[in-house]
């Protein structure tokens, strides 16, 4: 396939790497860091071990790639007023599009571009950074779950699945795509936020930290709240399986840490702001998400 990935950070680095080793024709939509891929590859770390993969190309216009087979959107949400001239270049009759952006939102701001029918939605489970241009750290490669923008499993999910376990991927189908933005929610709400409510912190200082890690279970239980309000309920189980991954994952930077310490806008809107407002309309309350929202907020204010 030809495939193109839109924003090659931690994310897009990592997939775009499987996918080339996998045999396609890759295309890395980068910002920054083209001029390092084109000469020298992505550098791929997991575990200890290393390897250099190049990609097909390596470029800051859509434009140079031309229509692709596959498209796949990492860059953040907070970048998605970008997505017109980013993706549409990209974009031919039969292209499909899969974004593994973080938050609630982001199939929206791509079904005014493209087809309802040809745009997934894939949910990354994993413990990815890119430590240095073009260089991409994995301590956990996770798994990821893809679901069609609206209804059922289609052909466009099942496409984007086997090209994915093609690649390595562990990754499946599910039959909701709200249902997974929940589950995956579980987690990014309350350890990407109070890793910046707590003080800039690391994931394991949350758990040792008897009132942040009672805070973290707390967020929980008001996103399952929300999501069983909104028949995408999961059971406690998920939840325990939450502190269980993330005590393996030692002291982690969540993604939201790193845009906050590195100036960058934080996906306030994706993560907290829309799930929020999904809950409160379906009539749960959720104190302790407005409280951390509202800390959130005015960290990035105190921020300058």
Known sequence: MKIAIVGTGAIGGWYAALL?????????????????IRAHGLTIKNKGTERVVRIASATPDAGTIGPCDLVVVTIKSTSNRALPALVSPLLGPTTIVVTLQ?????VEALAC????????????????NRIAPAVIDTTLAGYVRMAAASGSINAAVETCVATFIGAGVDCQAET??????????????????L???????????ILANPSLNDRAYLLMKEVQAAAIARSHGFDDSHIKRQFMVTVGMGPYRPSSLID?????????????????????????????TEKLVAEIKSRIAARG
Do not use: Q, Y
């Not at 080793?21 to 920054?32: F, I, K, M, N, Y």
């Not at 890793?195 to 200082?205: H, M, W």
């Open 102 to 106: 973080n938050g609630m939102g982001n």
């Open 113 to 128: 571009l493209h087809t309802n029918e040809r745009i997934v939605a894939g949910l990354c489970f994993v413990c990815i």
């Open 195 to 205: 890793s910046i409510a707590g003080g800039s912190i690391t994931t394991d200082l």
């Open 20 to 36: 080339a080793e996998a045999g396609h024709e890759v295309h890395c939509l980068a910002r920054s860091d083209f001029e390092v």
């Open 260 to 288: 906050f310490i590195e100036g960058r806008d934080v996906e306030v809107e994706g993560i907290w702001g829309e799930p929020l407002r999904r809950g409160l309309a379906a009539g749960v309350k959720m104190p302790e």
């Open 176 to 193: 909701s795509l709200e249902s997974v933005l929940w589950k995956k929610l579980c987690w990014n709400i309350p350890f990407n936020g």
